[in-house]
């Protein structure tokens, strides 16, 4: 008989090493139960409420006896009866949570340190990092795709008015330019820390590479006399940094100019002065989250204006357009947005944006937009919003549902 016993105790071991899931007729508490039974606290199984506990009394003679002892055998339990790594949670390696006396997926990160793509514990349960403070270790930078980066991913600039020799990429020996770094791009070593303030531009014109750019130490790329950072191709995550120090009305924050170029800026500051702060063009798919456009005045009404929109789809949330322009299109004077030659099909999403204070027309388009929350305010020209190409209007007064959040 005690053969049987061990023999049940490894048939149930999986059910009772799963969180989530029970065998039936196990359980926690009375709720695992069918109306009419209890969860008795002993054996954790589902009991008849007037179930009669003297069975075993009239003795185990016949050979059906061993047969009722293994239906009601209570579930093997961590650690004393089961091996959470030989049998955890889902069927996989698992802990044991003492407490509960059962197997889990994890009791703290270091847990879940197989699976890079759920590398955070909570609810004793591996997830998904959601920001870089979570990402503990290495470079602390949490991916999109929720994994957190490891060294050999990342590639760091960090000027230096001495000079960089011997320079490797490496946290240590970082380049001194970010095109240093761009050259340096290859599958799975996409990610390019810049820590502090970058001395030189950036251009990037890679295919396949899917370029993450992340700022660091209030790092920043110049605009000087042309383009802070053009995006020529691939598919582009830049986060965390300011495009600053226009000089000239030649001078331009961000330009995207491939036409199968997908650009996604998150939490970056664009403030250039005498330039124009961002301009994506024809076929490419924009996206801003969390953004700041500021400062972007040109010159003699020439040059400046904040984000300039041409032929290519975008969605843009949470962003403050400020104090930009006058600039100029065709004839066409703006001064916050301007939205020309809008696609037919794609995304075309202003969410929760506030342009204000700009020196001419806030938003200017020439066809219609999906505008939701925007609040335009205090823009010069007379005119908040081309409504009447644009499709929408302003928002009242700025709130949870009005402007952007930041």
Not at 194 to 207: E, F, V, W
Not at 231 to 244: G, P
Not at 276 to 303: D, H, P, R, S
Request: charged fraction near 15%.
């Amino acid at each position: 008989m005690e053969r049987f016993w061990i023999a049940c105790a490894f048939v149930v071991a999986v059910a009772a090493c799963n969180p989530t899931s029970l065998k039936p007729g196990y359980c926690h508490t009375n709720k695992d139960c069918t109306m009419g039974k209890t969860c008795n606290p002993k054996t954790l199984m589902c009991w008849d409420m007037d179930a009669s506990s003297d069975a075993d009394a009239q003795g185990d003679g016949k050979d059906g006896g061993d047969a009722k002892d293994a239906e009601v055998a209570p579930p093997p339990r961590c650690p004393q009866t089961i091996n959470c790594a030989d049998g955890g949670y889902d069927g996989s390696a698992g802990v044991c949570e003492p407490d509960a006396g059962m197997c889990v997926e994890c009791l703290e990160d270091n847990d879940c340190a197989s699976k890079p793509k759920t590398p955070i514990c909570e609810a004793r349960t591996c997830r998904a990092c959601k920001t870089d403070a979570e990402c503990k270790s290495g470079p602390s930078i949490c991916m999109t795709d929720g994994h957190c980066a490891t060294t050999g991913e990342v590639i760091y600039v960090e000027f230096n008015p001495s000079g960089c020799p011997g320079a490797d990429g490496s946290s240590t020996k970082p380049f001194c330019t970010p095109n240093d770094a761009v050259a340096r791009l290859a599958d799975g070593v996409n990610v390019i820390v810049i820590r502090g303030p970058a001395a030189d531009r950036m251009t990037l014109n890679t295919t396949g590479f899917s370029p993450v750019i992340v700022g660091k130490n209030n790092a920043s790329v110049p605009a000087t006399a042309a383009t802070a950072i053009q995006v020529m191709s691939d598919n582009v995550l830049i986060r965390d940094l300011t495009v600053t120090g226009g000089t000239a009305i030649t001078s331009k924050g961000i330009v995207v100019s491939g036409s199968s170029t997908a650009l996604t800026l998150s939490n970056v500051r664009v403030n250039l002065g005498m330039g124009l702060g961002i301009q994506a063009g024809t076929g490419t798919q924009f996206v801003m989250k969390g953004c700041t456009v500021e400062n972007n005045l040109g010159m003699n009404g020439m040059g400046g204006g904040g984000i300039l929109l041409d032929g290519g789809n975008f969605t843009i949330d949470n962003t403050t357009v400020s104090n930009n322009g006058p600039g100029d299109d065709s004839g066409t004077t703006w001064g916050g947005l301007r939205i020309k030659n809008v696609p037919p099909t794609g995304p075309k999403i202003l969410h929760l944006v506030t342009v204000k204070d700009n020196k001419n027309t806030g938003i200017s388009c020439t066809g219609g937009v999906n505008g939701m929350g925007v609040l335009a305010t205090g823009n010069g020209g007379g005119v908040e919003i081309t409504t009447g190409t644009c499709g929408f209007s302003s928002c009242a007064m700025a709130g949870a549902d009005c402007g952007s959040q930041q």
